[in-house]
């Protein structure tokens, strides 16, 4: 909790604090332990304070988005759109996996601002550069970005670790109506012996540009 009286306390919040307060919890606890009433005593002030700095619990969300955007590392125009969208998707991987609560906000809020804006004006840019038509453009953009996220809330949803596959894996491994999946049976083990790599979702990336750039040079 923060130190100093109320008043200086007060005096000392800022829109910028409020909202990297919202992150800090957020990352900590999850999106559902985020209130107002909560986020002011982690500030060490009351609830009504806050809307100093911020509208509402939407304003503070669309905050938070927007600060986390900023954290996506944009390459240099001019790059291979190719390098450029790998490094560019990597990133933004990065980020919302560092924010679980981050993909969806990401994928619900509607309201851009200029840290997210840039983003998508810089992935648009680069593939109209590229030489991509407007549609396979659009189609481009839309399934490099459903892959980022859609990787990324699937990872965080996914929470077993090894050990705790394996205790609920073996067992269905000897359950009887699995007898009549073998290969369900064969994918299971795969994951029991071989564990993930990490790099599931670079491979992916990788085979949606390398598709992209077939697709643009036939267009």
Same mark, same amino acid.
């Given at each position: 909790?923060?130190?100093?009286?109320?008043?200086?306390?007060?005096?000392?919040?800022?829109?910028?604090?409020?909202?990297?307060?919202?992150?800090?919890?957020?990352?900590?606890?999850?999106?559902?332990?985020?209130?107002?009433?909560?986020?002011?005593?982690?500030?060490?002030?009351?609830?009504?304070?806050?809307?100093?700095?911020?509208?509402?619990?939407?304003?503070?969300?669309?905050?938070?988005?927007?600060?986390?955007?900023?954290?996506?590392? #944009?390459?240099?125009?001019?790059?291979?759109?190719?390098?450029?969208?790998?490094?560019?998707?990597?990133?933004?991987?990065?980020?919302?996996?560092?924010?679980?609560?981050?993909?969806?906000?990401?994928?619900?809020?509607?309201?851009?601002?200029?840290?997210?804006?840039?983003?998508?004006?810089?992935?648009?840019?680069?593939?109209?550069?590229?030489?991509?038509?407007?549609?396979?453009?659009?189609?481009?953009?839309?399934?490099?970005?459903?892959?980022?996220?859609?990787?990324?809330?699937?990872?965080?949803?996914?929470? #077993?670790?090894?050990?705790?596959?394996?205790?609920?894996?073996?067992?269905?491994?000897?359950?009887?109506?699995?007898?009549?999946?073998?290969?369900?049976?064969?994918?299971?083990?795969?994951?029991?012996?071989?564990?993930?790599?990490?790099?599931?979702?670079?491979?992916? #990336?990788?085979?949606?540009?390398?598709?992209?750039?077939?697709?643009?040079?036939?267009?």
């Amino acid at each position: 909790m923060s130190k100093g009286t109320p008043a200086q306390r007060r005096a000392t919040l800022s829109r910028p604090r409020v909202i990297e307060a919202g992150i800090r919890l957020a990352d900590a606890e999850g999106a559902d332990a985020l209130s107002m009433r909560r986020l002011g005593r982690e500030l060490g002030v009351e609830a009504m304070a806050l809307y100093n700095h911020v509208d509402n619990k939407d304003d503070l969300l669309d905050g938070m988005l927007e600060r986390a955007a900023e954290e996506i590392e #944009l390459p240099d125009d001019g790059a291979d759109w190719r390098r450029s969208a790998r490094r560019r998707a990597v990133s933004a991987h990065t980020v919302l996996m560092r924010h679980p609560w981050l993909p969806a906000l990401w994928t619900s809020r509607i309201n851009l601002g200029p840290a997210r804006m840039r983003y998508m004006d810089h992935a648009l840019r680069s593939l109209r550069e590229a030489g991509f038509p407007p549609d396979l453009l659009d189609r481009a953009y839309h399934a490099i970005e459903n892959h980022v996220v859609g990787h990324a809330m699937q990872a965080i949803g996914f929470t #077993l670790d090894e050990e705790q596959m394996r205790e609920l894996g073996e067992p269905l491994l000897r359950s009887s109506p699995l007898a009549e999946y073998p290969d369900l049976i064969a994918h299971i083990r795969h994951h029991l012996e071989r564990p993930s790599q990490g790099d599931d979702f670079e491979f992916g #990336l990788d085979l949606i540009l390398d598709g992209l750039e077939r697709l643009r040079d036939g267009a």
